[in-house]
């Protein structure tokens, strides 16, 4: 079935940090991957997306890139700010597959001035 | 836009009543809305897929008879967890489906159960 693993966190970086967060999937059918960011106390908001390989999703100075040789879209930042400290979900949505977002488990970011 | 709206934010309520989430999205239709479960440090867990028009579909292990859910518009699901326990506090979190596939999250609603 179709699955997400993403690294385990926390993650605790300095201002203006370099910023990596592992994803990899598996999945039937065509995914979509997706990105999503759930500040403290809120709900998930879509950071970015890519539909098809080599897609390079970006927003907000984040980028990932749909890797299907290696099943991987890892998120990256050059530069973290303090207010980008929130857990992040990696998930796919795979059409003729689950036909589910699927989502990994999520990755804690702490970023400290 | 897509903008998706629950009610309340927060909700207490004493072990044995029922507790009623709404989901609306504000500027779209939605013929599908998903409603999740958010354990403290944990990922989503999808719990049923509410279709307009018709029944919910459930996810293995989820009781339909304790987690009612209506969808009888194209803007509006509900969620009615019926005779909460403290098991049942959690975090509720709905989506709707904009277009082909793409979820937008509504903000979540914090159940706490005495």
């Known amino acids: ?109 702490t970023v400290n001035p | 836009g897509a903008v998706v709206s629950q009610h309340p934010s927060r909700v207490i309520c004493k072990s044995g009543t029922s507790v009623k989430i709404e989901c609306r999205s504000l500027d779209f239709q939605a013929t599908t809305m998903f409603w999740y479960r958010q354990f403290p440090k944990q990922s989503l867990m999808l719990m049923a897929t509410s279709n307009e028009g018709s029944k919910a579909t459930y996810e293995q292990g989820v009781e339909k008879d304790k987690f009612l859910i209506n969808h009888a518009s194209l803007t509006l699901s509900t969620l009615t967890v019926t005779s909460a326990h403290p098991e049942d506090s959690s975090f509720y979190i709905c989506s709707a489906i904009k277009g082909a596939y793409e979820q937008f999250f509504g903000p979540g609603t914090r159940l706490t159960v005495l």
């Open chain 1, 1 to 109: 079935g179709d699955s997400v693993t993403q690294m385990e966190g926390p993650v605790t970086l300095s201002e203006e940090a370099f910023l990596t967060i592992n994803c990899t999937y598996t999945a039937t059918g065509y995914p979509s991957l997706f990105w999503y960011v759930q500040y403290p106390g809120e709900g998930l908001q879509l950071l970015l997306k890519a539909t098809k390989a080599d897609d390079k999703g970006s927003n907000k100075g984040f980028e990932a890139t749909y890797r299907k040789e290696t099943t991987s879209f890892h998120l990256e930042k050059g530069s973290v700010q303090v207010s980008d400290s929130a857990v992040y979900f990696c998930a796919l949505f795979s059409q003729g597959g689950s036909e589910k977002l699927v989502f990994g488990k999520g990755t804690k970011l």
